[in-house]
């Protein structure tokens, strides 16, 4: 089986919002990923926000290839975004390019302030 990975297999040093994406096997029905290494910024205060995201997904017809997904939540790194949005914007970035039956991010930010957010996005298919 041929792939057109953009990022597996080869040299990559900075983020990319490409996902690549390979045909999903017939008996997966749950995916999950789970990262503490998503960091962005508050668009208030310009604090940085340590984030731990949980990414859980049902393919349809799609699966998301790991090294790409790691390099898409790079591209966070810099921007200013409530956590709220971030878990949101996440949830349909993959929804858009894989089509799941549905997409749910949990995104715990870390304790800042004496206060601990998590947020939960989700986008299912009608």
């Known amino acids: 089986m041929e792939f057109d990975f953009k990022s597996l297999g080869r040299p990559m040093n900075q983020p990319s919002k490409d996902l690549d994406r390979f ?18 910024f508050c668009p ?8 731990t995201v949980e990414i859980e997904y049902a393919p349809d017809k799609w699966c998301v290839e790991s090294k790409s997904l ?3 939540l790079w591209t966070f790194r810099e921007e200013r975004i409530f956590g709220e949005g971030l878990a949101a914007t996440i949830a349909q970035d993959l929804f858009t390019q894989l089509q799941p039956h549905y ?3 949990t995104l715990h930010q ?8 998590t947020a939960v996005a989700e986008v299912r298919k009608p």
Request: hydrophobic fraction near 35%.
């Open 23 to 40: 045909p999903a096997p017939a008996q997966v029905t749950v995916v999950r990923f789970t990262s503490d290494e998503l960091t962005s």
């Open 44 to 51: 208030v205060t310009e604090q940085p926000d340590f984030n």
């Open 70 to 72: 790691k390099l898409y």
């Open 103 to 105: 997409c749910q991010v």
């Open 110 to 117: 870390h304790v800042r302030g004496g206060m601990q957010m």
